[in-house]
C-alpha cells in the first residue's frame, strides 16, 4: 500500500484557533456589522418579495375555493328541490365530483403556499441572530 502525505502546510491547532477567533471578532466591529447588516437587509428583502408573491397566489387559489364551494352547494341544492332525468342527475353527479376534485387540489395548493409562507419567514436573517451565533 502506497502512503501518501498531505501536500498542504501544517498547522497547530491552537493557531488554527487562534485564526477562527481572530476572524470571528473580526466580525464582531461596529464597520463590519454594517455590511453584514445591508447583505441580510437585501436578502431579507428578496425574500420579502418572494412571500408577497407567494401570498398572492395562495389568496387567489382561496377565492377560487370559494367559487368552487359556491358552485358545488348549488349543484348539490338542485339536486334536491329539482326534478331531473336520470341522465341529468348522473351529469350533475358529474360536475359535482368535478367541483370536489377541484376543491382537494386547491385545498394542496394552500397548504403549500402556507408551508412555502413559513419556510420563507424562517430564512430571514436579524444581525441579532448573528451576532449570537457568532458570540
Do not use: W
Not at 367559487?67 to 334536491?80: A, F, G, H, I, M
Request: glycine share 0%.
Amino acid at each position: 500500500m502506497k502512503s501518501t502525505l498531505c501536500a498542504g502546510q501544517y498547522v497547530p491547532i491552537e493557531t488554527a484557533n487562534q485564526a477562527v477567533l481572530d476572524l470571528i471578532v473580526s466580525f464582531s466591529s461596529e464597520a463590519e456589522l454594517q455590511k453584514i447588516q445591508l447583505k441580510m437587509d437585501r436578502h431579507n428583502d428578496k425574500i420579502s418579495k418572494d412571500m408577497t408573491l407567494i401570498q398572492a397566489e395562495m389568496d387567489k387559489s382561496q377565492a377560487n375555493l370559494s367559487t368552487t364551494k359556491q358552485k358545488k352547494e348549488q349543484y348539490l341544492d338542485s339536486l334536491v328541490t329539482k326534478e331531473f332525468s336520470k341522465e341529468e342527475r348522473r351529469k350533475i353527479n358529474e360536475k359535482i365530483d368535478e367541483f370536489s376534485l377541484t376543491e382537494k387540489q386547491l385545498d394542496a395548493a394552500i397548504y403549500r403556499y402556507q408551508f412555502e409562507l413559513a419556510d420563507k419567514e424562517d430564512k430571514k436573517m436579524t444581525i441579532e441572530s448573528f451576532k449570537k451565533l457568532i458570540v
